[in-house]
Every structure is written in structure tokens, then in C-alpha cells.
């Protein structure tokens, strides 16, 4: 392999000019050998960020389970797609990723750290790691990582910074660590989880948290292959998966989502401001706002994807907010269901990923759980 990545220093992007932090989650790659489909798709998807996200994304994410079987030879062609890639990218180790039971090729292929931090904007992100033994099998985070952790996220909450966890997996399905990854978790309101491992799209909303999980890109068993795309905007987080060749795509980043409030969410007041962003190969034209019989035009933010708009709040209840896009290919849209002075209750159970939500098709969550975290399958 001709490049370390303790040569390769990670460096994420500023938020953009609005201020939104953006990031894109390849799903778990499970990369064997240069020319299979996997490889392939991959280097679909290093192209279309290439062509459309650059420039407004803070960095790439992958969540682990990279090589299939943790060989060098593996990372080499994962190395020789992500070396293309004109995003800052960041790792964490998966269970394939230790097959050797060791951490060697991964740290030199692609993190020289197992766990580290990083700031992006107000946000404080947690790379962590699930394997403190190097053995497929762990899910491990042992005291001292736990430690680091507690610390990172006392000093985030000291300076008001909001927090992000990458780990591999749910905390529930880490075998040690677990019960105190949680309540770190809840203790010192992380924002936002955002996961690999399952091999499905899933969010999950404890009414605290919000748990993301992305479809894998090398052991798919739902759907067409793609990657997602979450959005820090203010106190609102978004996510959607895009499907790989099926740009444009719109992402509503503000307000939320009613199925994605948590108690950090604010519920509209008074003036309500829409903010969308949009991802194509083409430049936008022109946005527009539909609330209520409303149609209100939309105006770029400067130097961003992002195009906003001002609108009085609407009266109580659940509202469809949606944003349209104008290029010169056509027109591309997103839906919110938008939730004015209330909030749903939300029951929470205890585990985690028992607080999945419903099917939401429109962005990319078909609810068929098809993979082997619920189902019982070998990895």
C-alpha cells in the first residue's frame, strides 16, 4: 500500500455558508477485490459526491466493516477510491474489520486512531470504537475508552457545542460497554447517533436521540445501493438516503421533521424559517415553499445549497411542508410533516433500536429491517 493514513491527516470542512453542517455516510463497503460490484458502486458513489457535494459537505463518513475480511489487499482498493474523493473522509472500525484480530491493517489503511474527535462548526463528533478487542466477535468499548469519552463530552457540553457519536453499531448490541455508552448517551445529550452494522436504513427516536443507521453498500439486502446524507441545521437534524444516480435531490434542514423531534427540538413560534438544501449536477433555478395554500419563492443563501424562506408560523396542529426545486433538468422535491406548539408522545422503550420508526419511503426508510441485526443471521 503506497499511502499510510497516518500520512493523511483528517481535516473536515467548515459548515457552509449558512451555517448547516452536512456530512455523507457510505454504508459499510465489506470491500474483498478490485472489480466487484461493490468497487464498482463505490466508485459511483466517490464520483457523484465528487460531481455534486464537494462543495458543501464537512466530510465522509465511513461507519466501519470496510474490508470484508480486514485484509490488506482489501483496503487497497478501498484506499484507491477514497484517495480520489475531494471530500475529507473519516473511519471507525467495524467487526470485519478485525478479522485478523488486529488493528494493524486498519490503521494503516485508514485511521491511526482507533477512537478520536473532531469539531465541525458547534458540533463536537466522537469517533468511536466498538472493538477495544480486536476480535470480530467483542463489541467491546472498555473503562479507558469510556473515560475519554465522558471527558470529550463534558468539555463539549462546557463550551455549549452540540454532540455527535460514529459508532458502529446501536450501544445496545455493544456486549461491554453498553449500559455506559447509554448513559453518556442520555446523561450528556448526544444530538445524534450515526451507525453502520445493520446492513438497513433505519432511524430510531428516543425521544433524546436520534439513532441513524445506513444501508450497507457490500452486503445489500433491501433496496438499490446509495449512500445518506445529515444535516445539523441549528437544533434540527435531517436525513435522507439518495439513491447512487438519482440526483437531484432536496433535503428540508429546517424545521423538523415531527418524527424526528427530540425534547433539544424547538417547536416553531411566531415567525417560522425554511431552509432547504439542494444537491444536483446542475445548478437550482429556483425554490419554492408550499405550506398551507401557500406558495412563497424561496432566496439562495450566498455561496451555499441552501435557500430559505420566512413565513408567519402556522396555526397549531400537523402541517405538510413542502420545498420544490427548479433546475433545468425539472423538478425535485421534499415533504416534512411539520408539528406546530405540540409534540407527539413519543413512547420509549428502553432499547434503543426498539424506538425505530415507521416506514418513511420518501427518505429511504422502507421499514423492512432486511439484514441480520433483527433477523437472526450470521454476519
Known amino acids: 500500500m503506497n499511502s499510510l493514513a497516518s500520512k493523511r491527516p483528517f481535516q473536515p470542512q467548515s459548515p457552509d455558508a449558512a451555517g448547516v453542517i452536512s456530512w455523507v455516510h457510505f454504508g459499510d463497503l465489506h470491500m474483498t477485490k478490485a472489480g466487484e460490484q461493490n468497487h464498482l458502486d463505490l466508485a459511483g458513489i ?17 461507519p466501519g466493516d470496510v474490508a470484508d475480511d480486514g485484509s490488506r489487499s482489501a483496503y487497497a482498493v478501498v484506499r484507491g477510491e477514497l484517495d480520489r474523493l475531494n471530500v475529507p473522509w473519516c473511519s471507525i472500525i467495524g467487526d470485519h474489520d478485525v478479522h485478523e484480530n488486529s488493528f494493524a491493517n486498519f490503521r494503516e489503511a485508514m485511521s491511526e486512531q482507533t477512537h478520536y474527535a473532531f469539531t465541525v462548526g458547534c458540533t463536537r463528533f466522537l469517533a468511536m470504537n466498538a472493538f477495544d478487542v480486536p476480535e470480530p466477535p467483542s463489541f467491546t468499548v472498555f473503562k479507558e475508552q469510556l473515560r475519554w469519552s465522558e471527558q470529550e463530552l463534558q468539555q463539549a457540553t462546557k463550551k455549549g457545542q452540540a454532540k455527535v457519536l460514529l459508532l ?162 425539472g423538478k425535485v422535491t421534499d415533504e416534512i410533516r411539520l408539528a406546530v406548539g405540540q409534540r407527539t408522545k413519543r413512547r420509549s422503550e428502553q432499547r434503543d433500536q426498539e424506538n425505530a420508526l415507521e416506514a418513511w419511503p420518501e427518505h429511504g426508510l422502507l421499514g423492512t429491517q432486511l439484514g441480520p441485526n433483527k433477523n437472526g443471521k450470521k454476519w
Open 46 to 62: 466517490v464520483n457523484e459526491v465528487n460531481q455534486a457535494f464537494a462543495d458543501s459537505v464537512s466530510f465522509v463518513f465511513l
Open 168 to 329: 458502529h453499531c446501536y450501544p445496545s448490541d455493544l456486549k461491554v460497554g453498553g449500559e455506559e455508552v447509554s448513559r453518556l448517551v442520555r446523561e450528556y445529550d448526544v444530538r445524534s447517533i450515526d451507525m453502520g452494522h445493520t446492513h438497513y436504513n433505519e432511524i430510531a427516536n428516543d425521544g433524546w436521540t436520534l439513532y441513524s443507521a445506513t444501508r450497507s453498500t457490500g452486503q445489500i439486502e433491501e433496496g438499490p445501493v446509495g449512500y445518506s446524507v445529515t444535516n445539523i441545521d441549528g437544533d434540527v437534524v435531517s436525513w435522507r438516503f439518495i439513491e447512487l444516480g438519482k440526483l437531484p435531490v432536496a433535503v428540508i434542514t429546517s424545521p423538523s421533521d415531527e418524527r424526528l423531534l427530540t425534547k433539544s427540538s424547538e417547536i416553531p413560534q411566531g415567525t417560522l424559517k425554511i431552509r432547504a438544501k439542494f444537491w444536483g449536477d446542475m445548478e437550482a433555478v429556483e425554490a419554492t415553499a408550499h405550506l398551507d395554500g401557500q406558495t412563497l419563492l424561496m432566496k439562495r443563501v450566498s455561496d451555499s445549497h441552501v435557500w430559505e424562506a420566512d413565513v408567519p408560523s402556522p396555526r397549531e396542529g400537523t402541517h405538510a411542508l413542502k420545498v420544490s426545486f427548479q433546475d433545468a433538468h
